[in-house]
C-alpha cells in the first residue's frame, strides 16, 4: 500500500525541487480547479507548471480559462494532495457496499402516501 | 518466453477488463509497459506537433490584412500553446517529465507532425491551414476523446471544442477571398492546391503498412484505422468545398455510388516518407526556431524562479 501522499494525477512530479536550486523547468505542478459559474462547486480542470502560486493563478487563467469557462480558480501543488491507493480500491470502499438502506429506494412505502 | 509472476498476472487481467468494459484507465493504475510507452510515444508527439504548428501561422500574425483577423489569428496560435500544455500535462501523468519531452523535441528523438514542415507562402494558407489541416487534425482528435487513457482522453475533449472555432475561421477566410478578387480567388485555389495533399497524410501511412495500428486499436487508444478517417475526411470536404467555389487537385477525387464514398487518388508517400526524415521544406526552420524560443526564454523562467525563491512562494 502507499503510505506517502502522492499527487492524484502526476506520477511524475514527485518532490518538486527547492525553488532557489531549481532549473526553471523544475518548476512544481499545481492541479487547477474552476468554478464554472456561481452556485456550483470548484471541480478540477487540469494542472499545469509554475514557480509560484501567483503565477500558477495567472497560467491557470491563461490556460484553463480563456473562454470565460471560470468565475473563481483555485491552485494547489499536486504534492500537497494525498489520495487513496488504486491497488485498495475495493477494500478502501467496500464498507459501503453492503449497506443498501442508506438509499431512499431501500424503504417500501405504501401506495397513496405522498411527501416522503 | 517470459514468464509473468503471478501478481501481474492479476494486474494485467485487471487492466484488460478495464479497457473491456469500456471504462478509463487512470494515472496510477497498473497499466503493461508496452503500453505506456505507446501513449507516452503518442501524446508527447501530438504536443509537440501543437507548439510546432503555432509557427507556420504566426508568420502571417504582423502581416493579417485587418485587426479582426489579426484578433482570431493571436487567438488560435494562443490556442495551439494551450493544447501543446493540456498534452504534456497528460504525458507527464504517465511519468516523463516535460523536460524530457521537450529535449527529445529539440533534439529531434521524437517527432511532430510533417505537415508543419511546409511553408505558408501567403495569406490563404492561414485559411487553407484552418480548415484542411485542423479539419483533418478534428477527424482524428474526435475518436481519441473517447481513448482508454483518462487524462489523455480528457485532454482531447477540451481540445476539440476548441478547434471547431480553428476549423470555421479558416473556412470562412477562404470563402471571403475566394468570392472576393480574381487575384483573391487565386490565391486561395492555390493554397487548396498545396495544403490538399499534405492534410490526407495527416492520417498517416495506409492501414496495411501502419505498424503500430493493431495494438493501439486493441488497447481502445485508436478507435478507427487510417485509412477509414481518410475516407471521413474526404467525404466531409467534397462538399465543403464545392460551397467554397473552390476545387480540390485531385482528377480522380469522384462519388463511387457503391461504396457509398468518394475516390481519391494516390497519395505520394515517397513525399511524406522524404518530409518524416527531415527533408521537408521547412523541417530545420522549425526546430531551430522552436531551440531557439526556449533558449532566449530561459532568462524569464530563471527570473520567475528567482522570484519565487526569494519571496519564499515556491509551490512545494
Ligand atoms: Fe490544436
Ligand atoms: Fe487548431
Same mark, same amino acid.
Given at each position: 500500500?502507499?503510505?506517502?501522499?502522492?499527487?492524484?494525477?502526476?506520477?511524475?512530479?514527485?518532490?518538486?525541487?527547492?525553488?532557489?536550486?531549481?532549473?526553471?523547468?523544475?518548476?512544481?505542478?499545481?492541479?487547477?480547479?474552476?468554478?464554472?459559474?456561481?452556485?456550483?462547486?470548484?471541480?478540477?480542470?487540469?494542472?499545469?507548471?509554475?514557480?509560484?502560486?501567483?503565477?500558477?493563478?495567472?497560467?491557470?487563467? /491563461?490556460?484553463?480559462?480563456?473562454?470565460?469557462?471560470?468565475?473563481?480558480?483555485?491552485?494547489?501543488?499536486?504534492?500537497?494532495?494525498?489520495?487513496?491507493?488504486?491497488?485498495?480500491? /475495493?477494500?478502501?470502499?467496500?464498507?459501503?457496499? /453492503?449497506?443498501?438502506?442508506?438509499?431512499?429506494?431501500f424503504y417500501?412505502?405504501?401506495?397513496?402516501?405522498?411527501?416522503? | 518466453?517470459?514468464?509473468?509472476?503471478?501478481?501481474?498476472?492479476?494486474?494485467?487481467?485487471? %487492466?484488460?477488463?478495464?479497457?473491456?468494459?469500456?471504462?478509463?484507465?487512470?494515472?496510477?493504475?497498473?497499466m503493461?509497459?508496452?503500453?505506456?510507452?505507446?501513449?507516452?510515444?503518442?501524446?508527447? $508527439?501530438?504536443? #509537440?506537433?501543437?507548439?510546432?504548428?503555432?509557427?507556420?501561422?504566426?508568420n502571417?500574425?504582423?502581416?493579417?490584412?485587418?485587426l479582426?483577423?489579426? +484578433?482570431?489569428?493571436?487567438?488560435?496560435? !494562443?490556442?495551439?500553446?494551450g493544447?501543446? @500544455?493540456?498534452?504534456?500535462? *497528460?504525458?507527464?501523468?504517465?511519468?516523463?517529465?516535460?523536460?524530457?519531452?521537450?529535449?527529445k523535441?529539440?533534439?529531434?528523438?521524437?517527432k511532430?507532425?510533417?505537415?508543419?514542415?511546409?511553408?505558408?507562402?501567403?495569406w490563404?494558407?492561414?485559411?487553407?491551414?484552418?480548415?484542411?489541416?485542423?479539419?483533418?487534425?478534428?477527424?482524428?482528435?474526435?475518436?481519441?476523446?473517447?481513448?482508454?487513457?483518462?487524462?489523455?482522453?480528457?485532454?482531447?475533449?477540451?481540445?476539440?471544442?476548441?478547434?471547431?472555432? #480553428? $476549423?470555421?475561421?479558416?473556412?470562412?477566410?477562404?470563402?471571403?477571398?475566394?468570392?472576393?478578387?480574381?487575384?483573391? #480567388?487565386?490565391?486561395?485555389?492555390?493554397?487548396?492546391?498545396?495544403?490538399?495533399?499534405?492534410?490526407?497524410?495527416?492520417?498517416?501511412?495506409?492501414?496495411?503498412?501502419?505498424?503500430?495500428?493493431?495494438?493501439?486499436?486493441?488497447?481502445?487508444?485508436?478507435?478507427?484505422?487510417?485509412?477509414? @478517417?481518410?475516407?471521413?475526411?474526404?467525404?466531409?470536404?467534397?462538399? !465543403?468545398?464545392?460551397?467554397?467555389?473552390?476545387? @480540390?487537385?485531385?482528377?480522380? @477525387?469522384?462519388?463511387?455510388?457503391?461504396?457509398?464514398?468518394?475516390?481519391?487518388?494516390?497519395?505520394d508517400?515517397?513525399? %511524406?516518407?522524404?518530409?518524416?526524415?527531415?527533408?521537408?521544406?521547412?523541417?530545420?526552420?522549425?526546430?531551430?526556431?522552436?531551440?531557439?524560443?526556449?533558449?532566449?526564454?530561459?532568462?524569464?523562467?530563471? *527570473? +520567475?524562479?528567482? #522570484?519565487?525563491?526569494?519571496?519564499?512562494?515556491?509551490?512545494?
Amino acid at each position: 500500500m502507499t503510505t506517502t501522499p502522492r499527487p492524484a494525477e502526476s506520477r511524475a512530479s514527485g518532490a518538486p525541487a527547492e525553488a532557489a536550486d531549481a532549473r526553471p523547468t523544475d518548476w512544481p505542478l499545481w492541479e487547477v480547479f474552476v468554478r464554472s459559474r456561481r452556485g456550483l462547486s470548484h471541480t478540477h480542470a487540469g494542472s499545469l507548471h509554475a514557480p509560484d502560486a501567483e503565477m500558477a493563478l495567472r497560467n491557470a487563467r /491563461d490556460l484553463y480559462t480563456r473562454r470565460s469557462e471560470g468565475v473563481s480558480l483555485w491552485v494547489v501543488p499536486s504534492a500537497q494532495i494525498t489520495a487513496s491507493s488504486p491497488d485498495e480500491k /475495493d477494500a478502501f470502499f467496500e464498507p459501503a457496499g /453492503d449497506k443498501p438502506y442508506r438509499h431512499p429506494t431501500f424503504y417500501e412505502i405504501p401506495e397513496g402516501v405522498h411527501h416522503l | 518466453m517470459t514468464t509473468i509472476a503471478p501478481e501481474e498476472a492479476a494486474q494485467e487481467a485487471a %487492466f484488460d477488463a478495464t479497457v473491456a468494459a469500456e471504462e478509463r484507465i487512470e494515472p496510477r493504475d497498473w497499466m503493461p509497459e508496452a503500453y505506456r510507452s505507446t501513449l507516452v510515444r503518442q501524446i508527447a $508527439q501530438h504536443a #509537440h506537433s501543437e507548439i510546432i504548428g503555432m509557427q507556420p501561422e504566426a508568420n502571417w500574425i504582423t502581416r493579417a490584412p485587418s485587426l479582426r483577423r489579426k +484578433a482570431i489569428l493571436m487567438a488560435k496560435v !494562443q490556442d495551439e500553446a494551450g493544447h501543446g @500544455l493540456y498534452l504534456y500535462s *497528460a504525458a507527464e501523468t504517465l511519468g516523463t517529465s516535460r523536460d524530457e519531452l521537450l529535449d527529445k523535441l529539440h533534439t529531434g528523438r521524437q517527432k511532430y507532425s510533417s505537415i508543419f514542415n511546409y511553408p505558408t507562402l501567403t495569406w490563404a494558407d492561414v485559411g487553407a491551414i484552418g480548415w484542411l489541416v485542423d479539419g483533418a487534425a478534428i477527424t482524428n482528435q474526435v475518436p481519441l476523446c473517447r481513448c482508454s487513457y483518462g487524462p489523455y482522453a480528457r485532454a482531447m475533449v477540451r481540445i476539440c471544442k476548441e478547434e471547431s472555432f #480553428h $476549423q470555421r475561421q479558416g473556412y470562412e477566410l477562404l470563402l471571403t477571398l475566394s468570392r472576393g478578387t480574381d487575384a483573391q #480567388h487565386a490565391m486561395a485555389q492555390d493554397a487548396v492546391n498545396r495544403w490538399w495533399w499534405p492534410s490526407l497524410m495527416m492520417f498517416g501511412p495506409p492501414d496495411d503498412e501502419s505498424s503500430h495500428s493493431a495494438q493501439s486499436m486493441a488497447w481502445k487508444i485508436k478507435r478507427h484505422s487510417n485509412d477509414e @478517417l481518410r475516407q471521413r475526411f474526404v467525404d466531409i470536404c467534397v462538399p !465543403q468545398a464545392e460551397a467554397l467555389g473552390l476545387t @480540390l487537385p485531385d482528377p480522380d @477525387l469522384v462519388w463511387n455510388e457503391d461504396r457509398g464514398h468518394h475516390d481519391f487518388g494516390s497519395i505520394d508517400w515517397t513525399e %511524406f516518407r522524404e518530409v518524416l526524415k527531415g527533408n521537408g521544406p521547412c523541417n530545420e526552420q522549425r526546430i531551430n526556431r522552436r531551440r531557439r524560443a526556449h533558449e532566449e526564454g530561459a532568462w524569464v523562467r530563471e *527570473a +520567475a524562479a528567482a #522570484h519565487a525563491a526569494k519571496h519564499g512562494k515556491a509551490g512545494r
